[in-house]
């Protein structure tokens, strides 16, 4: 349990500082920011995220510490991008520099520097690996019984995924087909396009996916082992997608990006 510390910013090496720094210095300008004062509250709405170029910034959830932010480092850009109220507040523990980003300019950024779409979701993916690790020592994974499928994709925009991606036709599957399993290397992630696929972790399942929504992003984006399984729940078609697809889309279709995002974001906020 030592090496699974969650007092600890997310970190991976696909996450380069510079890179980050140069795609916030190219869209906005660096602000000044006093020693307690906040950048956000725990339950507000709020679109804009943040790098930190000097100084420490606390994040609390009620009056309790749970991370310190460090230069180099990005912070609030979960809520930022599933415009969902915010998970924690952000407060100055020394005056602070940051370059502060909103929606809009967000998605200019993804445009421009597509990577910087997977340095930022290889931060929330770390965070949810360490998550289903912990949860899976405990033994308390979340029942999907009962729950509404997962859907990220409306109709619209996956006939556009199909259209940028002519050299990929769906892929079909029967009833009880393994399209990946826990531990394996991945390639690929998955938007399923008709039918339903269960995603199980230890045996559970943790998810249950529909037309519109996606899997398999974690190990495409960080090139890390499956951190689960996958196996269709009737006939399906599914759309697979690699690293270059992924890049490729990202760069053309920001709502693409944004909706992947929203992805992981939700996954991580039900795994916790």
Not at 196 to 218: D, L, N, Q, T
Request: hydrophobic share 45%; net charge neutral.
């Amino acid at each position: 349990m030592e090496d699974l510390d969650f007092t600890r910013p997310a970190r991976h090496e696909i996450y380069d500082p510079e890179v980050a720094r140069a795609c916030f210095e190219s869209l906005s300008k660096a602000q000044s920011v006093a020693q307690g004062e906040r950048f956000f509250a725990e339950g507000e709405a709020s679109e804009h995220m943040y790098l930190l170029l000097e100084g420490e910034v606390g994040l609390l959830r009620g009056k309790r510490s749970i991370d310190v932010v460090k230069p180099g480092e990005i912070f609030g850009e979960m809520a930022a991008i599933t415009q969902q109220p915010r998970s924690a507040s952000a407060i100055a523990k020394s005056a602070c520099r940051v370059i502060a980003l909103d929606a809009k300019q967000f998605q200019r950024a993804i445009q421009k520097t597509p990577q910087f779409v997977l340095m930022l979701m290889s931060i929330m993916i770390n965070r949810l690996r360490l998550a289903d690790a912990m949860i899976g020592m405990t033994r308390s994974l979340p029942d999907w019984a009962g729950k509404d499928d997962t859907r990220m994709f409306d109709d619209a925009l996956m006939h556009e995924l199909l259209d940028a991606l002519p050299e990929r036709p769906p892929q079909r599957f029967t009833a009880g087909q393994t399209i990946m399993k826990e531990g394996e290397s991945g390639i690929f992630m998955y938007v399923v396009l008709r039918g339903h696929v269960e995603v199980s972790i230890k045996s559970k399942v943790v998810e249950r996916v529909g037309p519109g929504g996606v899997f398999g992003e974690m190990a495409l984006v960080d090139q890390s082992p499956r951190a689960a399984s996958a196996i269709t729940d009737g006939n399906c078609s599914l759309l697979a997608i690699n690293r270059n697809d992924l890049l490729a889309l990202v760069k053309a279709k920001p709502a693409f990006a944004v909706s992947l995002f929203k992805a992981v974001a939700e996954r991580l906020r039900r795994m916790t």
